[in-house]
């Protein structure tokens, strides 16, 4: 990363005056934290103790035996505490919150897994907590607008624009200029302004660095082959990181929705064009006008008309490779890693298991591959079940 | 010299804000000649955009509404175009980025100079972000306002306070657009801290929704912005054009009258 938060030509920050002195301010203190090592050894004990980490690396035999071809390994996020990867970062930036002396955190929500990590976490220290969630996806989601007011936090509906994750982020930011003095913001994903997508990528990195240790112990060599979904693209980015200078391919998923053609998809790295939104310049979904369109995925945590800037500089530079999957070959995918390996997966992670199931047929039984499994599928059995019914997602 | 600039010299200016295109492009001409007609020095043209994160709900509605009816950043620039032969206050563009960089900011630049724009105003591009789209519009003769802000560090005050031009937009409070927050408490003690940042004319706006707030504000500042309220009766009268434009040109005309009360020397432009 060169100066000022960019990777290439993506990032930056592209804000509100009145967040550049809150912006400023974490990353200057950020930049102190990520070298303190008193700072990460609690950050590591708190996600062994209270987060449940190292999650395993599991090899996935029957589904290896079904395809019949490379070696498919799971890095089983879906274990964490809250049942998604998302916990790593919340903890991350509530630690920072506190070095902050900030006394409160705010956080956005699209299917409710950041919500639900970032109530927990500020439950864990103390914190208060709102979230911004949209109206559709309180409605889609209401059992993790349950869990989040259990565990202390207020959740807002957003109502503005499309009443989904974009909006929900509109309107954090909107309320952290309005708070900034007393209030952090914890973003979910590796977007937004500067030092957001580096900070959110480090606190990720232990998916990475965890696979790492973990396939050399078990197979005494690196992985070919990463392959994980891309929403905002923080489980991707934190399972990529630590590999970008190895012989490692590496695979963004992106949700293909109903098709790339019939422009209900979520494929931003895939057909959307270079624009800015919510701090940063990166790959877009937007219109010939620069107004932001709507991303649809069944999953939705996927749904989001952005992605990481790091990810558009990897997709750019070529070091990494980005497809897409539809909402039927995610639901395929998610259906058989149930019956095959009894883990049921997220709607998300079943993105990445979908392309990793259509390339193992044709690699050799010597190729290694591992997959990103994000998150838990529980929260995903209203979606699953509606769109079963309907042959198409109810929602 | 800047036409921006000068709209602040010898009283207290008013600027006005409308959103382009709410509820329609034909009306929004109506009220940009309605408030040029009742007192308005400067006259903000707002660009829509999905995703106004500086914007409350009364600005997010009515870029919603504009969308909604087909506005875009070339029909407005169109509007700015014919406009201009026929009012006395300049014309400042205020929208954010990406439609903008959609646009091709050179292009932007080029064509915002010829219809005529004086200024442009783009909430989320700090300077730091902004070489590229500020530089071509300083090339084409068009003011790039910048924004300062009551958290703002001594040296980020100085750097906008540096960097714009024609004015010196101040944000009032620490929060979005017409949310009736109440203004900053250390309003008076801000403005002195920007007047020593810069020599421009400061305009003081956010949560200024009627006479009462522009008389204090006005105080403190060279001039004063409103928006939201003005907004709020486009909204209100959205079916009833002659109404909305006889609103209008009430709170323009009472906001002016209240201007011109506080006493002042008007700008005095540092002499050289």
Known sequence: ?????????????????????????????????????????????????????????????????????????????????????????????????????????????????????????????????????????????????????????????????????????????????????????????????????????????????????????????????????????????????????????????????????????????????????????????????????????????????????????????????????????????????????????????????????????????????????????????????????KGESAS | MSRLSSAFEGHKALVTYVTAGDPDLAVTADCVACLDASGADIIELGVPFSDPQADGPIIQRAGQRALRKGATLKKVLTLAGDLKGGIRAPLVLMGYYNPILSYGEERFAHDAAEVGVSGVIVPDLPFDEGGRLYGALERQGVDAVLMATPNAVPDRLAAVGSRSRGFLYCVSLLGVTGTGKSLYEGLEAYMARVRKATSLPLALGFGIDGPEKARLCASFADGVVVGSALVRLAEAFRDDAPRLLEETGRLVRSLRAVLDEVQTTGFQRPSA
Not at chain 1, 33 to 43: A, P
């Open chain 1, 1 to 389: 990363m060169t100066q000022r938060g960019y990777y290439g030509p993506f990032g930056g920050r592209y804000v509100p005056e009145t967040l550049m002195a809150a912006l400023e301010e974490l990353e200057r203190a950020y930049e102190v934290l990520r070298r303190d090592e008193i700072f990460q050894g609690e950050l590591a004990f708190l996600l062994e103790r209270f987060g449940g980490r190292p999650t395993p690396l599991y090899f996935a035999e029957r589904l290896t035996e079904h395809l019949g071809g490379a070696r498919v390994y799971l890095k089983r996020e879906d274990l964490n505490h809250t049942g998604a990867h998302k916990i790593n970062n919340a903890l991350g930036q509530a630690l920072v919150a506190r070095r902050l002396g900030k006394r409160r955190v705010i956080a956005e929500t699209g299917a409710g897994q950041h919500g639900v990590a970032t109530a927990t976490a500020a439950a864990r220290f103390g914190l208060e907590c709102t979230v911004f969630m949209g109206e559709e996806d309180m409605r889609r989601q209401a059992v993790n607008v349950d869990r989040m007011r259990l565990l202390g936090a207020e959740v807002v509906p957003v109502t503005s624009g499309t009443g989904t994750l974009k909006d929900a982020t509109n309107e954090a930011i909107r309320h952290w200029v309005a708070t900034v003095e007393e209030t952090h913001y914890i973003i979910g994903s590796v977007v937004g302004p500067h030092p957001y997508p580096m900070m959110v990528r480090d606190f990720q990195r232990v998916i990475g660095d965890e696979t790492r240790r973990q396939i050399l112990a078990d197979e005494g060599r690196l992985p070919d082959l990463l392959v994980a979904c891309v929403g905002g693209g923080s489980n991707a980015m934190g399972l990529f990181y630590p590999f970008l200078d190895d012989p490692v391919a590496l695979v963004g998923v992106e949700a293909a929705g109903r098709g790339l053609d019939t422009g209900s998809h979520a494929a931003t790295l895939g057909a959307g064009r270079v624009g800015v939104l919510h701090g940063s310049r990166s790959y877009l979904l937007q219109d010939g006008d620069g107004q932001v369109v709507e991303a649809y995925s069944l999953s939705a945590g996927l749904d989001y008309p952005g992605v990481g800037p790091e990810h558009s500089f990897l997709k750019e530079s070529g070091r990494a490779e980005y497809v897409s999957v539809t909402d039927t070959e995610a639901v395929e995918a998610f259906l058989l890693l149930c019956r095959l390996e009894g883990i049921i997966p997220a709607l998300e992670s079943s993105h990445a298991l979908a392309e990793a199931m259509k390339r193992v047929p044709s690699l050799d039984g010597k190729t290694l591959l591992v997959v990103g499994l994000s998150g838990r599928g529980d929260k995903d059995m209203n979606s699953i079940e509606a769109y079963l019914k």
